[in-house]
Nanobody, 124 residues
Framework: QVQLIESGGGLVQAGGSLRLSCAASGRTFSMYFMSWFRQAPGMEREFVATISQSGSTYYADSVKGRFTISRDNAKKTLALQMNSLKYEDTAVYYC??????????????????WGQGTQVTVSS
């Protein structure tokens, strides 16, 4: 059984920074694409960023240039560095593991394990 546990959320002023972390259990973390999603109040969950097993990254247009996804396969951790935060970044942030062989990285159905989420609140 795989567990993903996020941490690092909190309250920050617009323009500030936060760093989210996701700790994974299990022995095969390095084999999987990992991603961050977020869900704002009253909205559907949306893709934020993804990283391949070797570190290639892809971002949603809304966060490109401000957020950086990274991973440490030895420590089985995923991170999201969020800079220049905006009010509209307020959401619950989730890390997720993508199914092997699934290429639809922006689609929730492509993911088999999710964390419980961590709240990020940006005050304007």
């Amino acid at each position: 059984q795989v567990q993903l546990i996020e941490s690092g959320g909190g309250l920050v002023q617009a323009g500030g920074s936060l760093r989210l972390s996701c700790a994974a259990s299990g022995r095969t973390f390095s084999m999987y694409f990992m991603s961050w999603f977020r869900q704002a109040p009253g909205m559907e969950r949306e893709f934020v960023a993804t990283i391949s097993q070797s570190g290639s990254t892809y971002y949603a247009d809304s966060v490109k240039g401000r957020f950086t996804i990274s991973r440490d396969n030895a420590k089985k951790t995923l991170a999201l560095q969020m800079n220049s935060l905006k009010y509209e970044d307020t959401a619950v942030y989730y890390c997720a593991r993508r199914r092997l062989g699934d290429t639809a990285y922006e689609t929730e159905a492509a993911y088999d394990y999710w964390g419980q989420g961590t709240q990020v609140t940006v005050s304007s």
